[in-house]
């Protein structure tokens, strides 16, 4: 059975710094692209950042880039996504995810993931 876990989420100030973990397990975790998407309420789920296979390709959606950075240690079958420099706009329940196929490289697209995680929330307030 594929699994993704996250934790890590909490509440923070504005300008600090969080560490999210995706556990991932029931699959050959290194041939798997993974992503993490977010969630606010009322709002879509949008990407955050995606890396590839191997962690030689990352991706990260503007309104991160710069402050965000996903890696992955395929010997722990983990996935990280280190926040700094948080906004309130960051709030949102954060998720990993992995297509059913793999692909080369990363993709951006919710619509390419099959399997998700429950999410970990994200809180950024003063």
């Known amino acids: 059975q594929v699994q993704l876990v996250e934790s890590g989420g909490g509440l923070v100030q504005p300008g600090g710094s969080l560490r999210l973990s995706c556990a991932a397990s029931g699959f050959p975790f290194d041939w798997y692209p993974i992503g993490w998407f977010r969630q606010a309420p009322g709002k879509e789920r949008e990407a955050v950042a995606c890396i590839s296979h191997s962690g030689g390709s990352t991706y990260y959606a503007d309104s991160v880039k710069g402050r965000f950075t996903i890696s992955r240690d395929n010997t722990k079958n983990t996935v990280y996504l280190q926040m700094n420099s948080l906004k309130p706009g960051d709030t949102a329940a954060y998720y990993c995810?992995?297509?059913?196929?793999?692909?080369?490289?990363?993709?951006?697209?919710?619509?390419?993931?099959?399997?998700w995680g429950q999410g970990t929330q994200v809180t950024v307030s003063s």
């Open positions: 995810a992995t297509p059913d196929e793999t692909i080369a490289g990363c993709s951006l697209s919710r619509y390419n993931y099959d399997y």
